[in-house]
């Protein structure tokens, strides 16, 4: 039994100048923009702030029940006032109303 690796035993592949030396990373807006953002302090303050805020918990998270039946109650409301809404509606254009 032999103690090389099975990758020892795969043909050397020869692979073309452009993936063994890329080039840079282009100098694109996007990228000066994030240098000058994290050149002044304030920015970069504030980047780190909203980044912090975006990726908080939301109360929806935490309280996964109370979420839900809380929306359950709004969409009911919401719904049930749709309905009554296009019954009350239809009632008038039935007696002429509208």
Known sequence: MSTLSSFDNRPRVDLPDWMRNPEPPRR???RRLSDLVDGIPALRTGRRAL?????RSRFSERHQVVSAIVWF??????ATLLVAGTLYLFGKLRRGEL
Do not use: C, M, N
Request: no cysteine.
């Open 51 to 55: 980044w912090r805020w975006r990726d």
């Open 28 to 30: 694109t807006l996007g």
């Open 73 to 78: 109650v709004v969409v009911a409301v919401v």
